[in-house]
C-alpha cells in the first residue's frame, strides 16, 4: 500500500526500482497478501495500480502466483458480498488481467491457465450482463465494467496466441453480442464455435468444468455454460466416452421451461447430428425432437426440423419409413406458416419424407400428401422465388409418390390451374376439406396468395352439392370482406366468385348457363388475363 501511496511521487530511476524489485518479492512470497492489497488500492485500475500490475507480470516466479490469486478472485460469488469492495473485487481482477495479459513475458504462465481463466471471465461477464439489466446507471462505455471484461477476454486470447479466434469472434459480431442482454448466449455461442480450434487438453478440461456446472444446475451460470458446451459437441474427439451421459442431459433441457435452454438443446443434438459417428445414437431422441414442433417459438421450431432431418437420415429404411409417417404428420401445420424459413424448411423435409417411406407405409403416407396438395399449389405463387421452387420440388414429388401421371405433366408444366382442376375432379368427395385449407390463405398478406385462394375456391364450390348451402353462405360471407381489399383484382375476383357461388344455391349443378359460369371463373385462372375475363360475366 505504501508502495501504491508513493510510486507516482517517485521518479528518480534507482529508487523506483528498488519499489519494484521490493513488489516482486512481495508477490513472490505472499501472492495473495499483495493480490488483495492491491485490487483494494484501487478498484478501477488506476495508472500506479496498472503499473505495479505490469510489473508483477514481468517477473516469471511472481507471475504464476498472482495469476492463480486473481482467478480465485474471479471465480468468487459477487452476489455473496455485502460490502461493495468485496462485490466489485471480481470486476477489480478483470481490469488487472487485462493489464497483466498485455505483457509479452508472461506468455507461457497465461497458456497454462488458459481454459480456467477464459471460463472465469466469461462467466464474469455474463454476471456483469445481468447486473446491467437491474442497474439504470449509465457508464461511459469505455469505462462500462461489461466492455472492460470483454476487452480482458480479447486480451487473454490474443496473449495465449489465439488471434485468429479473436479476429473470427470480431466479424461475427460476438464482442457486441456479449455485451448485449438479449443477444449475451448468441455471443457466447460465437466464442466457443472460436474455441473449437484450441488445443485438444484446452478444450477437455473447459468441456469437464462445463458438465459439472451443468450437472450441479448452477443458475447463475447455467446458460453461458451450456451455450459453450453444446459448441464443443461438434468436436468428434470430445464426449465419446459420455455419449449417453450428454444425451441424458439434452433430453432434460428439451423439456427445460425457459425457452433459450430449449432452443440451445436443439442447436447441441444439430452439433452432435453433424457428427457421422454420434447421430446415429440420437435416435432415442426422436419424440423428444417430435415435440418441440408444438412450440410457439419459431426459431425453436426451425432447429427442431433441422435435427430431424438429420436424425432421419442416419436410421435404416424401415425405421426411416415409421419416423417419416410420424413426421409428416407434425409437420404439415407449418407448410403454410407466416415464417419463409419454416416454410422451406417444412416443405424441404416434406419432400425427403416422401423418399424414404416404402411398403405399408406408404399407404399411412397418403392422407398426408393428399393433405398437403392444396397448399402447395397455392404457395407456388409466394412472391419469394425460393418458397415458390420448393413448392414445385415437391409438387413433383408428391405425384411420383402417388404414381398420379396426369397430375405430374401438368407439374412438370407448371399449369397451376391445370393441376387444381385435375385435383378437383379426381377428388370431389375431399371439396369441402380442400375448401377449408383454402380460407386461410383468405387473410395471407401476399396479393398473389389472397388471389389464388379465391380462384381456388370458385373451383372448388362447383364439387359441393346442394346440401352445402350453410358451407356456401360462409364462404360468402368472407369473400365480402375482400370485396374491401387493398388490391383492386382481389376486389374484383371477391366480387365475380361471390356472383358464382350465388348462382350455383339457386340453380342445378347441371344447368348449362351455370356450367358457363364454371368455363369463365376457369378462365379468370389463366396467367394471361386473370381480371379482365372475369370482368366479362353476366
Known amino acids: 500500500m505504501s508502495i501504491y501511496k508513493n510510486l507516482d511521487s517517485i521518479s528518480e530511476p534507482l529508487s523506483r526500482k528498488e519499489l519494484f524489485r521490493t513488489l516482486l518479492m512481495l508477490g513472490n512470497q505472499y501472492s495473495e497478501e499483495v493480490v488483495r492489497t492491491l485490487l483494494g488500492c484501487s478498484l478501477s485500475c488506476d495508472s500506479v495500480a496498472a503499473e505495479m500490475w505490469r510489473m508483477l507480470a514481468s517477473h516469471c516466479q511472481s507471475i504464476e502466483k498472482v495469476l492463480k490469486e486473481l482467478l480465485n478472485t474471479l471465480r468468487e460469488q459477487p452476489l455473496h458480498h455485502h460490502h461493495v469492495s468485496q462485490r466489485e473485487a471480481p470486476l477489480a481482477a478483470t481490469r488487472a488481467l487485462y493489464e497483466i495479459f498485455k505483457e509479452q513475458n508472461c506468455r507461457q504462465q497465461v497458456k497454462e491457465l488458459f481454459p480456467q481463466l477464459s471460463i472465469a471471465l466469461l462467466f464474469q ?23 472492460c471484461a470483454v476487452d480482458a477476454m480479447q486480451a487473454l486470447l490474443q496473449c495465449a496466441g489465439y488471434r ?26 460465437v466464442l466457443a464455435r472460436a474455441m473449437v480450434s484450441v488445443s485438444f487438453q484446452e478444450r477437455c478440461w473447459i468441456f469437464q468444468e462445463l458438465m459439472a456446472i451443468l450437472n450441479c444446475r448452477d443458475d ?46 436443439l442447436k447441441g443434438l444439430l452439433n452432435l447430428s453433424l457428427c457421422p459417428e454420434k447421430v446415429g445414437k440420437l435416435q432415442r431422441l426422436l419424440p423428444e425432437v417430435l415435440e418441440q414442433l408444438q412450440e410457439v417459438d419459431r426459431d425453436i421450431i426451425a432447429e427442431a426440423i433441422t435435427v430431424l432431418k438429420n436424425i432421419l437420415a442416419s436410421m435404416d429404411r424401415q425405421s426411416a419409413s415409421r419416423a417419416a409417417v410420424q413426421v409428416a404428420e407434425k409437420l404439415l401445420p407449418f407448410i403454410d406458416d407466416v415464417s419463409s424459413r419454416l416454410r422451406v424448411l417444412s416443405i424441404t423435409l416434406f419432400k425427403h419424407l416422401l423418399e424414404l417411406v416404402r ?66 375432379t379426381r377428388y370431389k368427395g375431399r371439396a369441402n376439406n380442400f375448401l377449408c385449407q383454402t380460407m386461410a390463405f383468405l387473410e395471407n398478406p401476399q396479393t398473389p396468395l389472397r388471389q389464388a385462394a379465391i380462384r381456388f375456391i370458385g373451383l372448388a364450390a362447383r364439387q359441393l352439392d346442394q346440401r352445402s348451402q ?29 356472383f358464382i357461388l350465388e348462382a350455383f344455391k339457386n340453380h342445378p349443378p347441371a344447368h348449362s348457363s351455370l356450367w358457363t359460369c364454371f368455363h369463365r371463373i376457369r378462365t379468370m385462372c389463366t396467367k394471361e388475363s386473370p381480371v379482365t375475363e372475369a370482368a366479362q360475366l353476366p
Open 220 to 265: 447463475r451460470r447455467y446458460i453461458p455454460a451450456m451455450a459453450f458446451f453444446i459448441q464443443l459437441l461438434q468436436c468428434p474427439d470430445l464426449g465419446n466416452k459420455q455419449e449417453d451421459a450428454i444425451l441424458d442431459q439434452l433430453s432434460g433441457q428439451l423439456r427445460d421451461p425457459n425457452t433459450v435452454v430449449r432452443w440451445l438443446a
Open 164 to 189: 485468429d479466434q479473436t479476429t473470427f469472434i470480431h466479424k461475427q459480431g460476438g464482442w457486441g453480442m456479449l455485451v448485449n442482454a438479449d443477444m449475451h448466449h448468441k455471443g457466447v455461442l
Open 359 to 424: 411398403g405399408l407405409d406408404r399407404w399411412r403416407m397418403k392422407a398426408h400428401v393428399l393433405q398437403s396438395l392444396v397448399p402447395l399449389l397455392l404457395l407456388v405463387h409466394d412472391e419469394r422465388p425460393n418458397v415458390s421452387q420448393v413448392c414445385w420440388d415437391t409438387l413433383s414429388s408428391a405425384a411420383e409418390f402417388l404414381k398420379w401421371h396426369q397430375l405430374g405433366g401438368f407439374i412438370q408444366r407448371k399449369d397451376t390451374w391445370q393441376s387444381c382442376d385435375c385435383l378437383l
Open 470 to 498: 350453410d358451407k356456401l353462405d360462409a364462404i360468402c360471407n368472407d369473400l365480402k370482406g375482400l370485396q374491401q381489399d387493398s388490391n383492386s383484382s382481389v376486389q374484383s375476383l371477391a366480387s365475380q366468385t361471390i
Open 125 to 147: 461477464i455474463t454476471y456483469i450482463v445481468e447486473l446491467s439489466m437491474h442497474n439504470q446507471e449509465d457508464t461511459p462505455a469505455p469505462l462500462s465494467p461489461v466492455r
